[in-house]
């Protein structure tokens, strides 16, 4: 007989997206919560990510709205220089753990279920331990697991490894690296590039490092994006600069050049140009370091190595001496289709900013709780943002993302949690009592209702180029 539970809300998922709703719940209601998650802890795949794996945005501005993660503290020397500081995997870990302890549980008000696998087509839960069954009567079900990040140590490679070579995780490097004189890096998106940067930082040599790059992409200058709640600060110049460069562009290619031409996005080698974008950010000294490696293989995917070859979907190409192969190339932001936040009883939590999936989820937690309309104007507020793969999505995202902003600021409720949020990142201080601000509030939301046609139109023609 499983045993039957009662609440509020049905949490599924207790990653960073499951936890910042169910902070927003506690915070703004009196309503009761059960969380049941595949995992021993909270954190999602953060508890699968590899040890050198950092946050690639500022931990001011990253996890529940409640609780600080780590200090608002600078770095002081490293590769993050000058930037706020970026917490570790472990740390992050540790963070939602304590969460979880701290706030959540002594609340009374949440109930955690981990080890218990959920099945969406019977609404029932067992736990993969004792085997204990759980069935749920909640008036809502939150599906914080649409966006289920996969990580490399979570499936075995994607490419064929003949007898006698060796091919680990990226989780593995640390313990092998000590045992091999050269390194293949497979794997061009965020963990590909953290994983020659733990090599070139660790000694060494950029000639022992050769670079699988299916494709080049798009990436941020985290200095740009530094935690800033006024108008002179670098994220709303940045978000100004986006605007600007739509309307002053005569082409979709000539859009990207503006970006790229006034820094707000950067490449790793102008010789390529990137066809994709993954939200990746990077100091300028960590872009010097990556700069090194020579040995990059543009020749499309690795699709299987020998002690003296490897295949790739474009061509072949000698295999380095006594190397091993790093598989950085799980999909960490995964390709769904858009659906509804808000339908009926059931809320799926997607993000509704670009490239902020943990602040989304806490978005949607206040409009729940605090914006007293109907399920249209919930939907309105939270339109979902497309992840990002290819280098279009970066327009297609900056122009959702506008979109949703102009619906925002109609919105009282969604002004002050703005206002009031620790994790928001690039919304400025949304102060129309005071007559400056709400000047230039008004400036920049014409601005963005001026640039909306014109990235709508620059969008088309990227399509209709790539059809």
Not at 225 to 254: H, M, W
Request: proline share 5%; hydrophobic share 40%; aromatic share 10%.
């Amino acid at each position: 007989m499983a045993q039957v539970l009662e609440a509020d809300y049905l949490v599924i998922g207790a990653g960073g997206m499951g936890m910042a709703f169910a902070d927003e719940i506690l915070s703004h209601s009196d309503a009761s919560i059960i969380m049941v998650d595949k995992n021993f802890r909270p954190g999602g795949h953060w508890n699968y990510v590899y040890p050198f794996c950092r946050l690639h945005q500022t931990s001011t501005c990253y996890g529940v709205n409640s609780t600080e993660l780590g200090g608002d503290r600078r770095d002081e020397f490293g590769l993050n220089k000058g930037c706020y500081e970026l917490a570790s995997g472990s740390e992050v870990v540790a963070y939602f753990d304590n969460v979880m302890r701290r706030r959540f549980i002594p609340s009374g008000r949440v109930q955690f279920l981990p080890m218990c696998e959920y099945d969406k087509a019977t609404g029932k839960a067992r736990n993969t331990v004792s085997g204990e069954e759980y069935e749920f009567r909640a008036k809502k079900i939150v599906d914080s697991t649409y966006l289920n990040v996969t990580v490399p140590s979570q499936r075995p490679p994607t490419f064929d490894v003949a007898e006698g070579v060796k091919a680990v995780a990226v989780n593995d490097l640390p313990r092998v690296a000590p045992h091999y004189d050269n390194f293949v890096i497979v794997g061009s998106g965020k963990t590909g590039m953290d994983a020659v940067l733990f090599l070139l930082v660790n000694g060494i040599d950029p000639d022992q490092i050769t670079w699988i790059m299916p494709a080049d992409a798009w990436m941020f200058d985290r200095f740009t994006v530094d935690p800033g709640r006024k108008f002179s600060d670098p994220v709303t110049q940045y978000a100004i600069g986006i605007f600007e460069c739509a309307l002053e562009a005569e082409n979709y290619r000539d859009f990207y050049d503006r970006l790229a031409g006034r820094e707000l996005i950067k490449q790793l080698d102008p010789a390529h140009k990137p066809t994709r974008w993954r939200c990746a950010t990077f100091t300028e000294l960590e872009l010097e370091q990556l700069r090194r490696v020579k040995n990059i293989v543009r020749k499309g995917y690795l699709e299987a190595v020998t002690s003296s070859e490897m295949t790739l979907s474009q061509g072949n190409v000698a295999a380095p001496h006594n190397a091993v192969y790093v598989d950085c190339a799980a999909d960490g932001l995964p390709k769904v289709t858009d659906t509804k936040v808000f339908d009926g009883n059931t809320i799926t939590l997607q993000t509704i900013r670009m490239c902020q999936q943990v602040y989304s989820a806490g978005f949607i937690g206040n409009v729940e709780c605090n914006v007293n309309a109907d399920e249209d104007r919930k939907n309105e507020l939270c339109h979902p943002v497309p992840l990002p793969y290819l280098e279009i999505d970066y327009l297609r995202c900056a122009l959702q993302n506008s979109k949703n902003m102009a619906v925002w600021l109609t919105e009282p409720a969604v002004v002050k949690w703005i206002n009031e949020s620790r994790t928001d990142l690039f919304s400025p201080l949304l102060d129309f009592e005071d007559p400056e601000v709400a000047q230039q509030i008004q400036a920049m939301g014409e601005l963005i209702q001026q640039a909306i046609p014109k990235m709508e139109a620059l969008l088309k023609e990227g399509m209709e180029q790539s059809a």
